[in-house]
């Protein structure tokens, strides 16, 4: 692999708890140890990656999705808009066009679509992204404004922004939303490899069936890291050998790592169990070239 396009791993869980952020900022500050590593916490809902790494935020952008304006000096009342939009976002209540903006998802249908051109798009806030640069780490988060019910477009711009301002950068680490819905697909999307971070319990291998489902319906390649891989039962481990699915490494049961995480503290650099699983994880990745040589 060279280092003409940056290539891009997503972490990402079935299910919430798993040990996802775990994985990503631990992994990050290893990698950057030798070269500089882009981690995006598109987790927009409850960003926390920031935790571990004491560092002021460099810059800031408001980001926005844009809405239809209803004018009502203009607007006809023919309906159309209603008509067009899937997404039962526009409603005409009498003399009166409502637009839910929570509903909108910026196709513009409506906008292009009204033969009076009475809904222009205008932006609209939904959250804010901040870089934060530690050592060789450039961190991205993004925050969804409290009220907004979609993430999905917060994370497109999060990750154009990433394009926009750190595209040279050769190796970038997604920590991803947990679960298989929206957000989940809209973060892998542009995702090279994908991480499957799951845990050995029921719990645990139903969720990872449904993310292996997700990753193989939008033709990703993925691994698994099984964390806390000494506990429950050995069901998850033979499930992926039974379906020749990769484990990339496994993160052994460590109440040390579980203390020092929870004090926001990177804790591969005093765990040697931890730093034993992401060295064993590099390795799998530099002979599938998802680490760059």
Known sequence: MTNEKPYRIAIASGKGGTGKTLLSTNLADYLAQEKAVVLADLDVEEPNDALFFKAEIQQSEIQYKMIPDWQAETC????????YCKFNAIIKIGEY?????????????????????????KPNRIGITNAIKSGRIQLVES???IGQEQAVPLIHDTQKYIQDH??????????????????????????????????????????????????????KAYAVVINRADLGTNE??????????????????????????????LAWRSNSNLEKALKSLVEYLHERKEVYA
């Open 76 to 83: 006809t009342l023919c309906g159309d808009c209603v008509k």
């Open 97 to 121: 066009i409502t637009v839910f903006n929570e509903l909108c998802h910026s196709c513009y249908a409506c906008s292009e679509l009204c033969p009076a051109q009475a809904l222009p798009m």
């Open 143 to 145: 925050r969804l404004d």
């Open 166 to 219: 750190f595209s040279p950068i050769a190796i970038q680490l997604f920590d991803c939303p947990p679960g298989t819905s929206c957000p989940v697909i809209a973060a892998v999307a542009d995702a090279d490899f994908v991480l499957l971070v799951s845990e050995p319990t029921p719990f645990g291998l139903h969720d990872l069936k449904l993310a292996v489902e997700t990753m193989q319906l939008l033709g």
């Open 236 to 265: 998850l481990e033979n499930w992926c050998q039974q379906e020749q699915i990769p484990i990339a490494a496994r993160i052994p049961f460590d109440r040390d790592i579980a203390t020092t995480y929870a004090t926001g503290e």
